[in-house]
């Protein structure tokens, strides 16, 4: 069994970054980068409306949804502490702010309230973020070491990788939960499975496992996975763990609809749906973020739920209001339906913004918008980072100078992006081949 953790020594040595977070301020071309972490990627319409003052009063009024459901302010000037403080006081940061950076967890917007979830799983994210926070020694993790906790919704983000990830799946009546090391349910089989009321000591097992076995220069966890196989690793998280993990054979988590997390959504409670809509490749600003967190207050129930697709939900709607939060967010420019060409487009900040982006990706993105076939899924990035995606999309251009992109198409055989599939296009040129090949092999 793994030592008390009250024993653990409390001096750690955090591993170097240049992440921003919310009391780390990281500068870019457009001015500093504020994240903000927010737990379950919900924030209050007051919370809200207090991001829309910060990015207006100390920065450009630029703000971005990220794709693990966390918001960013961008162009901030030089007053750092007077931001941080405004934020801080409406109550966006952690308790303990050496825990800053490490609480990445990731859940479904749809947490408890989605009428396919197998369990509630807010709770036990309670949990985990509440040792995160308050236990030194996790703090040592990296500040891209992220955790991800899926109960079952058909509202859940399944491709993003991450160091660790659990789904909940039924065994025999009761509810488990299934995880792996360095991937995502959406491909991947888990390792094994724990009783869902073990899932608190399963994630402080790993992220202790992880943290004495790692190191240094090994931040994620495919890091460790090149030393010590996953077979090892799981044979030494069981002497950790109070109960005894089960293997799991056959299980596939179901897939989601996709763009579900636009329009009306429904809701487990009765009379009840969550509304949906996303920002223009996911930038708003000032005006309008103030503008959403007031008609969660006049016809939602006053909180927000970010999305890691980059977009708003509004729960708790009384679905005789539906259609006219829906109409008031279309009102305000949001994109409320796949058909809606820019709900399809993902794109980085570019070279507006970034130092290593070779061309304007917004900007060509919404030149791209109006050319793009339907059901055309498409990611512009601006260099090989690929930060607005965190995983591959099925189309990726990829900048290789202003205004000039390579083509790639998804292969689960070919590493990085995928296959090549042309060179140097110009954004005309890709409308142009995309609306010439809209049921050629540049489709999954």
């Known amino acids: 069994m793994n030592e008390p953790q009250s024993a653990r020594p409390c001096f750690v040595t955090p591993r170097p970054s240049a992440c921003p977070g919310l009391l780390r301020i990281v500068a870019a071309r457009d001015g500093g980068i504020c994240r903000i972490k927010l737990a379950g990627g919900v924030l209050s319409a007051a919370q809200a409306q207090a991001v829309a003052t910060a990015a207006q009063t100390y920065a450009q009024g630029v703000i971005e949804v990220t794709n693990r459901a966390n918001l960013q302010i961008r162009g901030i000037g030089a007053e750092h502490q007077a931001l941080i403080g405004e934020l801080l006081g409406a109550g966006l940061g952690p308790a303990n702010p050496a825990s800053d950076d490490v609480r990445n967890l990731m859940l479904s917007p749809s947490a408890g309230l989605d009428p396919q979830m ?9 949990q985990i973020l509440a040792s995160l926070e308050n236990l030194p020694h996790l703090h040592a993790l990296s500040p891209k070491f992220a955790v991800s906790l899926d109960g079952g919704e058909g509202l859940a983000m399944l491709e993003h990788p991450h160091d660790l990830w659990l789904s909940a799946l039924r065994l025999d009546g009761q509810v488990w939960l299934g995880f792996g090391l360095a991937g995502c349910p959406a491909h991947d089989a888990p390792l094994a499975a724990v009783p869902l009321e073990h899932g608190h000591a399963l994630v402080i097992a790993v992220l202790e496992l992880f943290l004495d076995l ?4 090994q931040a994620r966890m495919r890091h460790l996975l090149q030393d010590v196989p996953a077979a090892e690793l799981l044979g030494q998280l069981q002497a950790r763990l109070p109960v005894q993990w089960r293997q799991v054979s056959g299980w596939q988590r179901p897939t989601r609809e996709a763009y579900r997390h636009l329009g009306i959504y429904p809701q487990v409670q009765d009379g009840l749906v969550a509304v949906g809509a996303a920002p223009a490749l996911g930038r708003l600003d000032s005006c309008l973020l103030g503008a959403v967190a007031q008609l969660a207050e006049q016809l939602g129930d006053g909180s927000l739920h970010l999305t890691p697709w980059q977009s708003l939900l509004l729960p708790n709607v009384p679905a005789s209001n539906a259609g006219s939060v829906l109409d008031a967010l279309q009102g305000l420019g949001l994109t409320v339906s796949a058909e809606q060409p820019l709900a399809r487009l993902m794109a980085c900040t ?9 061309a304007d990706t917004k900007g060509d993105a919404l030149a791209l918008a109006a050319q793009l076939p339907a059901d055309t899924a498409l990611h512009l990035t601006g260099c090989q980072r690929s930060c607005a995606a965190a995983h591959v999309a099925p189309l990726t251009l990829l900048a290789v100078a202003p205004g000039h992109y390579d083509l790639y198409q998804r292969n689960a055989q070919h590493p990085g992006f995928g296959v090549l599939r042309a ?3 110009t954004i005309e040129a890709v409308g142009a081949l995309l609306a010439a090949d809209t049921r050629s092999t540049l489709h999954d």
């Open 350 to 358: 570019g070279s507006q913004g970034c130092a290593k982006g070779l």
């Open 118 to 126: 197998l369990c509630d799983t807010r709770p036990l994210a309670a």
């Open 423 to 425: 060179r140097n296009l």
């Open 214 to 217: 790692a190191r240094p220069e």
